[in-house]
């Protein structure tokens, strides 16, 4: 008889769990793998998937404004937010029985409840109120959202709440400047709901390139969306149906309703680390190096609960890197250099390598190159709305250090990119490749010109 009841146990079954435990599978190992709410973890359930859902929802607002210079005429628009909601949970009950086949096509024994450890080894199934043992266990139970401790926070959402109104506001307060607070904020703002978007630092998206940042900031404006800096709510208080947010410096500004996007904290509260000796680190969140491995021997964790790199595609990543190394013979190191990225905000913004002033703390010399351009399409449409795009290269070895664009489909874009930058391509490979127009993407084989900043009188 085997010593365990299983050879890896995982808690958690979003994205990355799920991958490990279906990959490990595939090794022959005996898997189990344990989930409380639903399978398919923040991504599909209240994350990325509905999320993209809600934004292609809320773009049909301008869209429809656009065709009317492509010779289009269109009668009486009317958007209902109940027929999108019950569209996006059924396409998540979809997404989330299809992690559960796929992780049942492998072999792997999937559990519906609440684990938490006991020891190093075992295991409580709260919702079966039983205990199992496991060679190996992994960790992979995400994030959760954060909420500051002001006066009347109750009456505050976040994003986890906002995919489940039951019914759109006419006002809504965003409160946060990363990538979840900017793309709720458009998305609410192309819903037709008067939307006010505050953040406590001097410019939205901290960690962003700078250009893209300020571009944002206008280019949000522009679509009739409040952004207010330097603000941060100090208390919230509820009056009849409306909402009364006092900011720190004073402002009272009435809405009727507050949503959060200050940050994500990783979810290990009643885990049980303690018990079986796991450490976390001083941000709270699970310490691994650079194998997903914690301080205790059988014992590995990854994605958003180590708090490393928190996208999807980095757990996923993640958890082949963990597979290969414990079950496929081959140590991987979890590499998080030059990870493209996308922000759903509107206009979209895609990413991938250093931004500017990342480049310049690093490098001696840089050259800049930049296109800051008016879209083929809004010849037409006769919409105010601007594209940028960016280049950073080593001017010493001529290797393109970064790239970023801001307008539509920068995500589609910057994913081919990626995998040039990843390559260590130069800015004379960019050159040689031809372009395909009319595309806006051309315009990154088509720079010539280096950017030089204005000087200062």
Known sequence: MPEYDFDLFVIGGGSGGVRAGRMAAGHGVRVGIAEEFRYGGTCVIRGCVPKKLFVYASHFSEEFE????????????????PTLIANKDREIARLSALYERGLANAGASIIHSRAELRDAHTLHL???NRTVTAEKILIATGGWPSLPKIPG????????????????????MVVGGGYIAVEFAGIFNGLGVETKLVYRGAEILRGFDMDIRTMLRREMAKKGLEVRVNANPAKIEKRGDALLVTLEDGAVIETGCVMYATGRKPNIAGLGLDAAGVAVNAQGAIAVDAYSHTNVENIWALGDVTDRVNLTPVAIHEAMCFVSTVFGGKALPVDHELIPTAVFSQPGIGTCGLTEEA???????????KADFRPMKHTLSGRDERMLMKLIVDADTDRVLGCHILGADAGEIIQSLGVAIKMGATKADFDATMAVHPTAAEEFVTMREKWTPPTVA
């Open 359 to 369: 480049a310049r703390r690093r490098h001696k010399n840089i050259d800049i190159y």
């Open 66 to 81: 656009d065709a009317a210079g492509f010779g289009w005429h269109l009668g009486e628009r009317r958007f209902d937010w």
């Open 126 to 128: 709260s919702t079966e």
């Open 153 to 172: 926070i109750e009456h505050a959402i976040t994003s986890n709440e906002a995919f489940h109104l039951a019914q759109l506001p006419r006002r809504v």
